[in-house]
């Protein structure tokens, strides 16, 4: 399986602010996914990092609120803009090979927003 | 109807025991199934994969599927504490994203 490198792996930030958080793969891979994990709930796909082109957003998430960036085959970056508390919670990177494959995932960035 | 319904427990089985975790989902063009497990405060790691219906088996761990019943599960046989976890049962839809269930807490008690 690839190796995921996410970072920062926690951060505590200020209502209103921004923070972008990246995604590294030691390889290329064709699938990117971000994830919101809440306090003791699953995880909620975020959208889907298309390479070259703009990111696929599932209902409920917004370019604007959640701007993804994906420049090349191993790397994606999120940002969580304008923040608030309700914010605060885990943001997960995920890859996959294309079709039916195994997901894996990076680390983790645990945020609380203050 | 959620797509992917799982019990959200706690399980709690003696070591020792077979851990018996259930997964229902809802879309019928549904191909793949995994398990993950994860540990609190960490990201989830796959444990097991399944494409076609019956029976496969990885050691301790044995994932069930029947698709006429939109019905997977996961055998954990011999559990052990360190397997207490939350086990999430995820789903491959349409354009390869995975969908996941609420996640079922299981404990394993010496």
């Not at chain 1, 792996?9 to 971000?34: A, E, H, K, N, P």
């Not at chain 1, 889907?48 to 957003?57: C, H, I, M, R, V």
């Not at chain 2, 029947?66 to 491959?92: F, G, M």
Request: hydrophobic share 30%.
């Amino acid at each position: 399986s690839a190796v995921i490198s996410q970072k920062p792996s926690r951060d505590i930030c200020q209502r209103g602010t921004s923070l972008t958080i990246q995604c590294q793969v030691d390889s290329q891979v064709t699938m990117m996914f971000w994830y919101r994990q809440q306090p003791g709930q699953s995880l909620t796909l975020i959208a889907t990092a298309n390479q070259g082109s703009e990111a696929t957003y599932e209902s409920g998430f917004v370019i604007d609120k959640f701007p993804i960036s994906r420049p090349n085959l191993t790397f994606s970056t999120l940002t969580v803009s304008n923040m608030s508390p309700e914010d605060s919670s885990i943001y997960l990177c995920s890859v996959q090979g294309q079709g039916n494959t195994e997901a894996f995932f990076g680390q983790g960035t645990r945020l609380t927003v203050v | 109807q959620k797509e992917v319904e799982q019990n959200s427990g706690p399980l709690s089985v003696p070591e020792g025991a077979i851990a018996s975790l259930n997964c229902t989902y809802s879309d019928r063009g549904s191909q793949s199934f995994f398990w993950y497990r994860q540990y609190s405060g960490k990201s989830p790691e796959l444990i097991m994969s399944i494409y076609s219906n019956g029976d496969k088996e990885d050691g301790r761990f044995t994932a069930q599927l029947n698709k006429a019943s939109q019905y997977v599960s996961l055998l954990i046989r011999d559990s052990q504490p360190s397997d207490s976890a939350t086990y999430l049962c995820a789903v491959n839809k349409a354009r390869d994203k995975l969908i996941f269930g609420t996640g079922t807490r299981l404990q394993v008690f010496p």
